[in-house]
Each structure stands twice: as C-alpha cells, then as structure tokens.
C-alpha cells in the first residue's frame, strides 16, 4: 500500500488488508455495477472484493501455482469468471446445477492430481471425495437459498459459513487461510450491506446469481479445500460443520415476520442468526479438537 501504508500504518496490518479492502472494493463495485444496470451480475462486486484482499495479503501468485494455496487466486477467478458468462448468458437453471457440481470436481482434481499421478493413499482419496461432496452440497443448497431469498439472505448465509471456516482454520493454525476466509465473509459483507437497504425499503432482493455464487462461494470451496486435504491441523469434522450453515433457509421459514419493511429487515437477520448455529458448533468442535 505504498505512501498510503506509511502515512496510516495500521493499513499495514494484514487482517485489516483481508478485511477492510475486499468490503470497500464490494460495496463500491456493487453500487457501480447498479447503476451501470448491471444488476444481474451484481455477484461481480464479491468475487472482485476477495480477489483484490488477495492480492493486497499474497500478491499475484506465479503461473503454473507452485502450491495450493496459490491455486485458490486462480479457482476463485476462474470462478467468477465462469459465473460472470452463466448470468450474462441467461443459463438455464440445470447449467447451473452441473457448474456446481463441476466446479468443486475441478478444485479437487488440480489440488490433487499429482498426488493421485504418485498413487494416492486410500484416506487420502476418501478426504478427496467428502470435500467434493461436501462443496458440492455447500454450493447447490447456497444457489437454492440465493433464488429464494435472494442477494441480503444468502449474503448473510455467506457471512455466517466464511467466518466459521475462518475460525476452523484459525484453530488449525492455518493463519493464511483464515485471514483469505475471513476476505469472502468481509467481501460477501460488502455486497449484502449495499443491498440490504433496496430490500428493506422497496422489497428490491437483488440477484445473488450464478457471478456471486461461483465468484464468493466458488473461493470459499477453494479455501476449504486446501484446509481439507493440506492442513492437518484442520479438523474436518469441524469444517465439515460450516456446510451446515447453508441449511438455514428451510429453518428460517419457520419464522413468520410478516411482509413489511420491518418484516423484510429481519429476514437477513434471522437467516444469518441461524445459519450462525452451525458455524459456532464448527468453532467450538475445532477448540475440543485443539485440546485433546
């Protein structure tokens, strides 16, 4: 950050760099891309905002990644990306569907291929299969949520499942790949902050398309998966948790709040309340783990 570092040095810090920058960046993109009319591919905004909090912790990783936690900048564009040509094209709903299972399919084969090229051990492949599973779950059950309630209410779902695999990773003394987890959930803030006043006020929900699910979620996915199959001191378990979060749309239809402003200012907020449940589970599986 250059003259602006030195001038206020605690734009230095990297948890204010992972932090503060993906937000500004999706809010800002988000307020842009609004009024360019390009509402559909509002996601653009959170997948940008992480790139950049990449970029400004890691910087650009080399070609061909040397490691997998390079490879995450790539998938997460490669993401966003992918996305970005899904809504622009009007895709049908199963293109959608497949990219949700594919996208995860292909994290899991670049982070592993030379492994499986060097004969794999059996844990090793089962620890392949459940975070493809897993992904492919988190993802599809985030895409439902996103065409149900929208921008504000898979936003916050997206809050609520990064900060836990940010607090997952944290325990498992992965300090990089928290602070990365911890720019989705500050990106995906951004995006639903901006929104959220549209939806209160006009019942406007915003898009959270095919850009915001591959572009946020997709980077998240990639995240998970280098904590899964890289870093032992993750516990799965735990991280497995975290997909639970996307599970809080049906319990959330429990709750009847009505249909006015105050009633759609709420929604949001019951939803990333319970999708919190799991995530704090995550947390506190993670910390026994750390114990025993």
């Known amino acids: 950050m250059g003259e602006l570092g030195a001038a206020a040095p605690w734009l230095n810090d990297p948890a204010v760099q992972v932090g503060l920058a993906p937000f500004a960046v999706s809010l800002v993109l988000g307020l842009l891309v609004q009024v360019l009319g390009a509402a559909r591919v509002m996601g653009l905004a959170l997948g940008a905002g992480f790139l950049v909090a990449y970029v400004l912790f890691e910087g650009v990783p080399d070609f061909p990644p040397p490691a997998a936690k390079q490879k995450v900048f790539y998938l997460a564009a490669i993401g966003l990306g ?24 292909g994290c899991a084969l670049w982070f592993a ?25 988190f993802l599809n059950r985030l895409a439902r949520l996103g065409e149900q309630e929208g921008l504000p209410g898979a936003g ?10 940010a607090a997952v990773a944290m325990l498992g003394n992965s300090i990089t790949l928290a602070l990365l987890a911890g720019a989705v959930a500050a990106a995906a803030g951004g995006l639903t902050l901006w929104s959220y006043g549209p939806w209160v006020l006009k019942g406007q929900a915003g898009a959270f398309g095919a850009t915001a699910l591959l572009g946020g979620g997709g ?3 990639a995240l998970a998966g280098v904590m899964a199959l890289y870093v032992p001191q993750v516990s799965k378990t735990a991280l497995a948790l975290v997909i639970l979060t996307s599970f809080a749309g049906p319990a ?12 759609r200012a709420g929604g949001p907020v019951v939803l990333g309340g319970l999708a919190a449940v799991p995530a704090l589970a995550a947390l506190g599986l993670a910390y026994l783990m750390q114990e025993l």
């Open 82 to 105: 992918a996305g970005l040509v899904l809504d622009l094209l009007n895709r049908p709903a199963w293109v959608t569907r497949g990219a949700i299972v594919v996208f995860p399919l």
């Open 113 to 137: 291929w030379r492994r499986l090229g060097g004969g794999a051990d059996l844990m090793f492949l089962l620890t392949l299969a459940g975070f493809w599973a897993g992904a492919a779950l």
């Open 156 to 165: 916050a779902v997206l809050i609520a499942a990064a900060l836990g695999a």
């Open 219 to 221: 980077a998240l996915v």
């Open 252 to 263: 959330a239809r429990q709750f009847s709040l009505g249909s006015g402003p105050v009633a």
